[in-house]
């Protein structure tokens, strides 16, 4: 059976992750700057481990749940987005679904407005895998630029120029990859665009709370009020942990029975079991708590991971751009043409692994030169082990150009 003449036009648009090979890369004894997730250390075992035990004990949650997911979930979460003023005043449960991480969310819009030869435009760089759902649906997309604080309304509207766009997609709050946080005027003037161009915004926002630095921003969705023309999507992941899968979106009532038929054609149901226990988790714990120590240890990875480099690299070329918040720090190497080859090199040869930046951008031959490094999972001390290591693989390199 030859298999590959069978798959379709889907499967032939994507790609493997990039990410999960430069994992895998590394030997046991590797120092890993590669994978944004919560550091193992900080998941909060004990309470969720209570959770699902609590979760498991309610027979009716091992039957077919509601399509939109556990019910007391979901009014959390609206109630929750009120309270913290990052949804307009018409929210209500009604217009949350839960989702398989926010990816889930991504994934479920693509599959609802989505159809072959769309446009759409999204930040470059940006989340990989959210371009891989996109290109998946056989969608075009149309970069647009960033800088510290946010992506550029002038490049937006001059890129998208008379052509019609069906939505932008941004990561808001300390993006992945560059770590930029779009402000509050870039916002406004998005909006507008918006408005202007027909085309809603899909507003990912996972990161938000793990701010270091700074006072909070307010969210598109919040903004847009009355106009519905954003999406919102929210996550546990980055705050409880990863392998929960349990995140939203949040959307106009307009929206809710497409997205209810997509959503039934594609998975039957959401998981009601990790939901419930998910609800069960949030009701006991001290949220502004956990978040306030959260934010205390990644502050402190991050700032050691930066003088690290800093210190291990003058000289080298190596330039950072430092996060308000998140997981990640942007750089670039101008003496390195070639950065996967250079990644690979670094993880094969010297066991310390990253991500060539290369991957986050929507269009080939972008960010050549551009790095990422991860820093939520690394403690201190192996920060600046792995910058030491990072430092020998930049004076070793052969494809390195000396100034």
Known sequence: MQWNDLLNSKAGRIGPSIIAEMVGMLG???????SGEPSPDLIPLEG???????????TGLFSYPSISGYAPLREWIAAWMLREKLAPAWLDPSCV?????SQGAVNLISETVLDPGDLILA??????????AFQREGASIIPVP???????????????GNRRAKFFYTVVNFQNPSGCTTS????????????????????????RYLRYEGSPTRSYFEMAG??????YLGSFSKIIATGVRCGWCAFPAALRSKLLEIRLSLELCPPALTQAAVFLFLKELDLDLHLESLVKVYRKRRDALVEALRESSAGLGLRLSVPLGGFFLWGSCPGIKDMFSFARYAATEKGVGFIPGRFFYPLPGEGEETIRFAFAKVTPEQSAEGARRFREALVDFPGRLLS
Do not use: C
């Open 48 to 58: 969720l481990q209570a959770a699902f035990k609590g979760a498991a004990s309610q």
């Open 97 to 101: 679904i839960l989702t398989n991480g």
């Open 146 to 160: 960033v800088d510290s604080e946010g992506p550029l309304p002038s490049a937006l509207e001059e890129a998208l």
């Open 28 to 34: 046991p004894e590797g120092i890993s700057f590669t």
């Open 123 to 132: 930040e470059s760089p940006t989340y990989p895998e959210a371009l891989l």
């Open 184 to 207: 509050d005027r870039r916002k406004e003037a998005i909006l507008e665009l918006a408005e202007k161009h027909g085309f809603f915004i899909l507003e990912d926002d996972p990161y």
């Open 226 to 231: 009355d106009d519905k023309r954003v999406i």
